[in-house]
């Protein structure tokens, strides 16, 4: 617990230095005159589109599902993703993650660690997805490299490290004898009750992966991954038909790009300073203001906050939990 509490504070920290450079220079009669200005009515398609996708990683996620338990259906999955991803906007250390494995286990009656193991391959294929969307960005948009090399390199690294652990999780499901093997060696330093805790909660993780021998829903997995992304990153342009901001077509791919590695940063509760520093950098290098980039941003983050959040709310009251219930669970 104690430890949890520091990387909260660690999140604070970074949101509040993050939230420094965001405001650093901002003129407020700018950012009050954008605000007033924009059409908020293009929010409804914003909103509409995000919630589309959350239904999508629902879809998506039953094909992960299927080779633990034939029949969940699509409304308890959706609700479990609605769930998690509310958790992760209103408390810190994206305990959402682990709010989904608790909601959906408890009611299907499913291995934790299985459910989680879902968990991880779905995000490991999107950020593989993001990084197939970032690729097209280089070519599209050369200014990219030319402005942040920095920023194209640590792409590269973290597409190599997806990699690796694509390939672990494939070994593990694959070879899984093997692997528990290596858990076995690796923890043999530790007392036996321990050591044999670690290798039980591998080998359930590792029932979670069945979908690595399903080549179809393999395919289907990588599809959907790449039309909920593309999707996600379109919602961004109504942001921009709602300040009557004029940018190439693929000025809302570039946006995305920016704020999924800023929110990737551990920070406070629904990513605050973090997605907005992050939105204002991708903004600059279309030449868009500071100001205006700060007004962009609240917008853009208030049209994917509060949708998730209510609707995850609704269901966490449907499936009768509570926030302090999933906080106790997931700690």
């Known amino acids: 617990?104690?430890?949890?509490?520091?990387?909260?504070?660690?999140?604070?920290?970074?949101?509040?230095?993050s939230l420094y450079f965001a405001l650093r220079g901002i003129q407020w009669s700018a950012v009050w005159a954008a605000l007033a200005s924009a059409q908020y009515l293009y929010l409804i398609p914003n909103a509409a589109l995000i919630m589309f996708t959350m239904w999508l990683r629902a879809v998506r996620w039953k094909l992960m599902i299927e080779p633990l338990k034939k029949g969940v259906s699509l409304d308890s999955l959706f609700a479990s993703t609605m769930?998690?991803?509310?958790v992760n906007n209103i408390l810190p250390l994206r305990l959402g993650e682990l709010a989904r494995p608790f909601s959906l286990s408890k009611k299907e009656d499913l291995s934790r660690s299985a459910v989680f193991a879902t968990i991880v391959v779905e995000r490991v294929f999107d950020a593989l997805s993001l990084f197939f969307i970032s690729g097209i960005l280089v070519a599209f948009a050369p200014f990219i490299v030319r402005d942040d090399p920095l920023l194209v390199q640590t792409l590269y690294v973290l597409l190599l490290l997806h990699a690796v652990a694509l390939s672990f999780l494939v070994m593990l499901r694959v070879k899984t004898e093997w692997a528990l093997e290596i858990v076995r060696r690796v923890t043999a330093f530790l007392p036996g009750r321990f050591q044999e805790k670690i290798v039980e909660v591998t080998q359930k993780f590792a029932s979670g992966l069945g979908v690595f021998k399903d080549w179809r829903g393999l395919a289907a997995i990588v599809g959907w991954s790449l039309v909920i992304w593309v999707l996600v990153g379109f919602s961004n342009w109504f942001i921009f038909l709602a300040f009557g901001i004029e940018v190439p077509w693929f000025a809302p791919y570039v946006v995305l790009a920016f704020v999924v590695l800023g929110v990737s940063v551990p920070a406070a509760p629904g990513a605050v300073g973090t997605f907005q520093l992050a939105t204002i950098q991708a903004l600059l290098l279309f030449d868009i203001d500071r100001s205006v980039g700060l007004s962009f941003s609240l917008v853009l983050h208030i049209g994917n906050w509060l949708p998730v959040t209510v609707v995850g709310l609704y269901y966490l009251r449907r499936e009768h939990f509570s926030i302090k219930q999933i906080e106790e669970e997931v700690a």
Do not use: E, H
């Open 1 to 17: 617990m104690k430890a949890m509490k520091r990387k909260a504070a660690l999140g604070l920290a970074i949101s509040g230095i």
């Open 83 to 86: 769930i998690g991803f509310m």
